[in-house]
């Protein structure tokens, strides 16, 4: 059930729009479901002999305005409180009846007309359609004083929460105040006159959002806005300096021919230019030059750029699980850009669930916890190389290693899941997850090739090499709560991962252990194929296994050699690491 609160000065205008026949004829049979004493007028329904609509009408009006113009000057100007409430459509349809306790509740709860007080304010509840009500009350109460109205809006959707658990209706997350303007009914109705898919809002606040992402400086956050083919106008200070920024969609114009121009402010509380400033003010490491990641320099730079982001996405999954709000809230805002920046770069395979999952943990990103004193700058970071190294392909090496990412952050959404519930913040919780279904898909999509071949090449290892696999699988697993073998499919891929880990000069062992100690499993959907993705990171293995695995330096076992600093520096500094090779190192040339 959703409250919308406005104010005005015209009671009769109002009415006249409430009873009349809507902008697309959409408003049938209204009628009074309420009033302050149950016997006002209703122009809908007058059963006077010979009843003319427009003078019950009138009638009405100046009853509502009676203590109005009796205050005189001391009534306010905009007089007029107007709340429209809607159940959600897949609600049940609420009789007049109800719709009559809805509207005494929301008038009591925000103080225009309390339960027993005689000098409450004149309200009337108009319904003309089956799945919402308007309620307008006139703000002058009986005693000719102003009624104490301070969070209206809060207090409306305070009681509306309550209204939905009490009479069985859909009940919807409470709100904090943090979340993006949503479109007004003005812009949804222009969007489908105009054949929009959406409102240019919801497209402009997209946009920007992608546009910011690792940008690494303000000059370059406004080249993208107008490469990404946005009207982009600034508003300057006498001084000259920049103080704020409008966009505008190309052809969407008002009524004068004019562009529509929307404050960045007004996308979303973090997209002014203020806002904007602070991020960019932590500064991105410097991506121009190629990246420095110990990735293999003969993979694509979209597949390296992957490979860097998702060691730096699972160590922002260990920091969400800490209990360093203003780092966590960091972490947050640069798995957003992230996000962003995988979506406007993915193939056509998986852009679509992408892009939902960007656009959905963009309310996760907001909430009264301040990322002070906080660095997010290597995930910015990697969201910039993943932006100038351009699209993936979404095929053999760039498909497995966009499968690798999103694996990854498919855990990273359910940690922000966890965090935000632990905190009370329902709506940015259900984002999260929202986010995680999407990316679940998208990895579904992006890892059906090379699992499918993965799968094959495991099942045609021979048969004393796959029992030495599962063997160490059995050992090493159970420790976790993950039983092996049973149904061998399940197990195919890891083993075939295992296989070309030995084959590359690592012990599987070893590396298995550093792959289950980079973090928690438990929310793993399906943890073998968790495992195989960050023992192939770790080793340096292709994402896509029709290529070939490297060989480190000969005679280079982990029982021997440390870590890699890559390695090092992506897995959580609390997590364990046994001694491993360093597969980064390359042969000396012969």
């Known amino acids: 059930m959703v409250p919308k609160i406005r104010r005005g000065s015209r009671t009769h205008g109002l009415l006249v729009y409430l009873y009349g026949p809507g902008k697309r004829d959409e408003h049938v049979d209204p009628h009074l479901v309420g009033s302050w004493d149950g016997f006002a007028p209703d122009p809908g329904r007058d059963t006077s002999p010979d009843p003319d609509p427009k003078v019950t009408l009138a009638r009405l009006a100046a009853v509502l305005d009676l203590r109005v113009k009796q205050a005189g000057d001391s009534a306010p100007t905009q007089h007029v409180w107007h709340c429209s409430v809607r ?70 959707q305070a009681e509306c929460r309550r209204i ?29 006159r105009t054949g929009r898919p959406e409102a240019p809002r919801e497209t402009l606040r997209e946009a920007v959002r992608q546009a910011l992402a690792g940008a690494a400086t303000e000059a370059e956050f406004f080249t993208r806005l107008r490469e990404a083919g946005l009207r982009v106008k600034t508003r300057t200070a006498p001084s000259g300096d920049a103080i704020g920024y409008n966009v505008a969609l190309p052809g969407d114009r008002n009524r004068h021919g004019e562009p529509v121009w929307y404050p960045g402010s007004k996308l979303a509380p973090d997209l002014s230019l203020p806002k904007i400033r602070l991020r960019l003010a932590d500064g991105t490491a410097d991506r121009s030059a190629p990246s420095a990641t110990g990735c293999r320099t003969d993979w694509s730079p979209p597949a390296r750029e992957r490979r860097s982001a998702t060691g730096i996405a699972e160590r922002s999954a260990v920091l969400l699980d800490r209990d360093d709000d203003g780092e966590a809230a960091a972490q947050l805002v640069g798995v957003g850009e992230l996000l962003d920046a995988v979506a406007q770069t993915s193939s056509a395979a998986t852009r679509t669930e992408l892009a939902a999952a960007a656009r959905a943990f963009e309310r996760a990103t907001r909430s009264h916890v301040r990322a002070e004193r906080a660095d997010a700058r290597a995930l910015r970071s990697a ?41 009370g913040h329902a709506q940015q919780a259900h984002a999260s997850r929202q986010t995680a279904a999407h990316l679940r898909t998208a990895y579904r999509q992006a890892a059906a090739a090379p699992m499918r071949a993965l799968h094959d090449q495991g099942r045609a290892l021979p048969e004393a090499q796959r029992r030495t696999h599962e063997a160490t699988l059995r050992a090493v697993l159970p420790e976790h709560g993950v039983r092996a073998g049973g149904t061998a499919t399940r197990t195919d891929a890891l083993i075939a991962t295992l296989a070309q880990a030995e084959q590359a000069g690592h012990d599987p062992e070893a590396l298995l252990r550093q792959a289950i100690n980079v973090r928690e499993l438990d929310t793993a959907e399906d ?12 080793a340096q293995l292709p994402a896509h296994p029709g290529e070939a695995p490297r060989r480190p330096q ?20 609390a997590a364990p690491r046994p001694v491993v090779s360093d597969p980064n190192r390359r042969p000396p040339r012969r």
């Open 87 to 156: 159940t959600d459509p897949g609600d049940r349809m609420l009789s007049d009846a109800e719709w009559n306790s809805v509207a005494r509740r929301l008038v009591h709860a925000v103080n225009l007309a309390p339960e027993g007080d005689p000098d409450g304010c004149r309200w009337v509840a108009v319904r003309h359609a089956d799945d919402h009500i308007h309620i307008l009350a006139t703000m002058v109460r009986g005693d000719l004083r102003r009624p104490r109205m301070n969070y209206d809006f809060k207090k409306a």
């Open 164 to 192: 939905e658990k009490e009479m069985g209706l859909r009940r919807l997350k409470p709100g904090d105040g943090t979340g993006a303007k949503p479109p007004t009914s003005a812009e949804r109705f222009k969007a489908e």
């Open 383 to 423: 969201a910039r190389g993943i932006v100038q190294a351009g699209g993936a392909l979404g095929r053999g090496e760039d498909g497995g290693t966009t499968a690798m990412l999103v694996s990854t952050l498919v855990l990273v959404t359910l940690a922000a899941a966890r965090w935000h519930s632990a905190r």
């Open 527 to 538: 943890v073998n194929d968790v495992l195989v993705w960050r023992l192939r990171r770790i």
């Open 554 to 573: 000969v005679g280079t076992r982990q029982a021997k050699t440390s870590t890699s600093r890559t390695s090092e520096r992506n897995a959580p500094a």
